[in-house]
């Protein structure tokens, strides 16, 4: 059962724009159906800037953020019978509860059981197990991994091998399962297929990944960042291009180098603009662009219904479409077994308290994925 309040270090963000503060903070123990986590490394992605930046209509202030990670169960409210104290785990931001109708369909992994209180930034009881000087916390997520002991719901705790490398498998957690997932579970991508993919980010190196490892026989990566490109054919693109190196659009280049257009397209990034050249660098017939960026807030996708009536298909995935309790272990299992990459995502290992240098690495292109540790 649990013990009391652990007093330990945690990055609050105060308000919108401001740096991460480094915070004592008081964990409360978790309530039922609640397990508390020792973080052991957590890692930085863009969704965390963006709530950061104050461009997200969901963010609370003050908050701990984080929803990439990986650690140790420190203990575990009543009724919670999947993990126990000791467990190695990995915390999901995508729950599965496995009753609600979206769980048991097998078409979505889009569980909604604990969906309204994790947007409001608390537990599923309506409060926070975070203070800060006297004040409520709010989490993030429903992961909160930017502290050294978190607090998470009992559907939201993937139990992992415990022999896995913590500072590695926490990028599980987010980005490299998404991209991955996107490949294989959303566009189900074949062998011999020719893929683009916009945007050579974490999530983006993994969709190549995952194309390569379908079988994909062509990989074009795109991005106006030439210094990305050298990691993307390590990860598998057979070329790679920026669309400032073309007057035409560059879904007219693609078009071109691609005798009609590429089978499967994918928008890493949350550009709506690239999002439609995505799906018009698509091939007449069959055709199936996937978004896998989060665009900002409000904004809308555009493009004419002709590309869509001429065969063409849009979709969009989360979390690359994975049940998370059932998949997450399976996809640790396939790192340790070497049929998925994890260690060449991460390009930078900082102490915890440095977090703020983490955001730096990222908004600067400089980092693929930035490891803290504890």
Known sequence: MASGVIKCKAAVAWGAGKPLSIEEVEVAPPKAHEVRIKVVATAVCHTDAYTLSGADPEGCFPVILGHEGAG???SVGEGVTKVKKGDTVIPLYIPQCGECKFCKNPKTNLCQKIRITQGKGVMPDGTSRFTCKGKPIYHFMGTSTFSEYTVVADISVAKIDAAAPLDKVCLLGCGISTGYGA??????VEPGSTCAVFGLGGVGLAVIMGCKIAGASRIIGIDINKDKYAKAKEFGATECISPQDSKKPIQEVLVEMTDGGVDYSFECIGNVGVMRAALEACHKGWGVSVIVGVAASGQEIATRPFQLVTGRTWKGTAFGGWKSVDNVPKLVTEYMSKKIKVDEFVTHTLPFDKINEA???????????????F
């Open 183 to 188: 490949a294989v579970n959303t566009a189900k």
């Open 72 to 74: 140790i169960v420190e």
């Open 359 to 373: 955001f730096e690495l990222m908004h600067s292109g400089k980092s693929i994925r930035t490891v803290l540790k």
